[in-house]
């Protein structure tokens, strides 16, 4: 992958066979690792498109305020087809 377009749209592409659980398992592993600069950047950005194109309601992590976006870095869980952070209040990141 030269570029790091590319390199997202392949994670996409395998992202989009994982399950739930796997991608779960995914993200929190990410989230607790140090370094990779802006392809782990990208990597995490493809799992956050994965769960949202399988329909998880991703508001308690993603939060929109004056035009900016925000993803917490968080280890999640899932609740009721919500992603949740696993610890604190489940209501960080609301609108």
Do not use: C
Not at 1 to 21: D, N, V
Not at 41 to 52: E, K, V, W
């Amino acid at each position: 992958m030269s570029t790091t377009r590319s390199f997202y749209q392949h994670l996409l592409e395998k992202f989009s066979a994982y399950s739930t659980e796997e991608l779960i398992h995914l993200n929190n592993e990410t989230v607790k690792s140090q370094g990779w600069g802006s392809s782990r950047a990208t990597f995490r950005t493809a799992i956050i498109a994965a769960f949202s194109k399988k329909g998880i309601d991703l508001s308690h992590i993603v939060t929109k305020n004056d035009g900016f976006t925000s993803i917490l870095s968080v280890p999640v869980k899932l609740v009721e087809n919500t992603l949740v952070p696993i610890n604190g209040d489940p209501s960080i990141g609301r609108d």
